[in-house]
C-alpha cells in the first residue's frame, strides 16, 4: 500500500492531500533543508525535542534521512504531565533510528521556577508554559555544548495560529515542517516511515491532563487547515469560505482572531522607529 493511500479513508472540508509524487518532492525538499541549515551554520548535526507526537517523529525521521543518525542527538523530556505512553513511544523513536538519546525529568527544574516566583504558578498557562520554555533551555544547552544547530518541529497550522508558547517550543533554529499544514506533516509521517499508531495519535501539547490541540483551539484541524488555506493564506471572504468549506461564519471568525492576535508571535520585537537626533 502506498503510504497516501493510508490516511485516504479520511473525508476533509478541503483536500490538500500532496499526492505520491509531491510527498517524493516535499520529502527530498525538507531533507535538502535541514542538511543546508547545518551546512551552512558548519554545525555538528542537530538536536531535537522528542515528545512521542507526530510532529517531533517526523522531523525526527527526516532529519535521519538527512543527516545520519550519528549527526541527530534526541532529548525526552518528561514533566508530571507527560503520559508514560508518549514518553516511551519518545524513546522508541530514538531507538527504532538509531540515536542517541537522553531522558532528562524536568520537573525538579520547573519546581525551581515556581519557588523562585511565589503564586505564579497559579495560573495555569504560566506555570505550563515554563515547563515548554525549560525544555528549550535544555535543547540549546545541548546544542551550544556540542555545537549543534536546535531543530524546530512547528508546522504552518501552528504558526498561524500561534499556537505555540513564545521563546518556548518556537526558540529554533529551524522549522522544517514549517510550510506544512498539520494533515499534510500527517501525510508525510507516513510517507517517511513513521509507524501508523504515532501517523494516527491525537495531536497535544500535553500542557495541563487531557489538553487535546483541538479542544484548545477550538477547531478539528481538518477544519482549521481548509479555513487557514482559503481565508488565511488564501484570497476568499469569509462568505465566499463558508460556501466552499462546511463551516460557520463563527468558525471562519474564530481562525481570524488566533491569526490577527499572535501576529506579535511572529515579528521581531518591536523597538521605536529611529529617531534622527
Ligand atoms: N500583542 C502583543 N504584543 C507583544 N507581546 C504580546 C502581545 N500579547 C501577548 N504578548 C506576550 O506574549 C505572552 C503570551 O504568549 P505565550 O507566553 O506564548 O502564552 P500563550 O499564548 O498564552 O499560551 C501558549 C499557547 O500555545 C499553546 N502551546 C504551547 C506550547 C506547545 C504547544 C503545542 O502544540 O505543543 C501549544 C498553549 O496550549 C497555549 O494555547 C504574554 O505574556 C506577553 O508577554
Ligand atoms: N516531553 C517532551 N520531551 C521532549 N520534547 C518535548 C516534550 N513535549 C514537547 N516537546 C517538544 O515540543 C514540541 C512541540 O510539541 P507539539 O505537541 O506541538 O508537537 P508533537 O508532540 O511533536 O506533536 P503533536 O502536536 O501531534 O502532539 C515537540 O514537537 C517536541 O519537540
Ligand atoms: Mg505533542
Redesign the pocket.
Known amino acids: 500500500m502506498s503510504e497516501s493511500v493510508l490516511l485516504e479513508e479520511e473525508s476533509t472540508p478541503l483536500d490538500l492531500r500532496l499526492s505520491d509524487d509531491e510527498l517524493d518532492r516535499v520529502h527530498g525538499h525538507v531533507t535538502d533543508f535541514i542538511a543546508e541549515q547545518v551546512d551552512a551554520a558548519g554545525a555538528e548535526g542537530a538536536v531535537l525535542g522528542l515528545s512521542g507526537?507526530i510532529d517531533s517523529t517526523t522531523v525526527a525521521y527526516l532529519a535521519v534521512d538527512a543527516l545520519g543518525a550519528e549527526y541527530l542527538r534526541g532529548l525526552v523530556m518528561p514533566g508530571s504531565v507527560n503520559t508514560d505512553e508518549n514518553m516511551s513511544d519518545a524513546e522508541r523513536v530514538a531507538e527504532d533510528l538509531g540515536i542517541e538519546y537522553d531522558v532528562i525529568e524536568i520537573e525538579p527544574i520547573a519546581e525551581a521556577f515556581y519557588e523562585a516566583l511565589p503564586g505564579a504558578s497559579d495560573e495555569r498557562?504560566a506555570e505550563?508554559?515554563v515547563r515548554?520554555r525549560v525544555r528549550a533551555v535544555l535543547n540549546y544547552f545541548a546544542a551550544n555544548a556540542d555545537g549543534r544547530l536546535v531543530l524546530g518541529t512547528g508546522n504552518r497550522s501552528?504558526a498561524l495560529t500561534?499556537?505555540?508558547?513564545?521563546y518556548?517550543?518556537q526558540a529554533v533554529d529551524c522549522n522544517p515542517i514549517g510550510n506544512l499544514y498539520k494533515q499534510q506533516v500527517r501525510q508525510l509521517a507516513a510517507h517517511a516511515g513513521v509507524p501508523r499508531d504515532l501517523v494516527m495519535k491525537t495531536?497535544s501539547?500535553e500542557?495541563w491532563t487531557g489538553?487535546t490541540?483541538e479542544e484548545?483551539l477550538g477547531l478539528d484541524y481538518d477544519t482549521l487547515d481548509a479555513v487557514l488555506a482559503l481565508h488565511v493564506d488564501g484570497p476568499l471572504s469569509t462568505a465566499a469560505t463558508v460556501r466552499a468549506l462546511d463551516v460557520t461564519a463563527e468558525e471562519v471568525a474564530r481562525v481570524e482572531e488566533l491569526y490577527e492576535?499572535?501576529k506579535?508571535?511572529r515579528a521581531m520585537p518591536p523597538a521605536p522607529a529611529e529617531l534622527s537626533l
Not at 500561534?162 to 513564545?166: E, I, R, S
Open positions: 507526537g498557562m505550563s508554559n515548554v501552528e500561534g499556537y505555540f508558547t513564545k518556548g517550543d495531536p501539547a500542557m489538553q490541540d484548545e492576535s499572535s506579535h508571535k
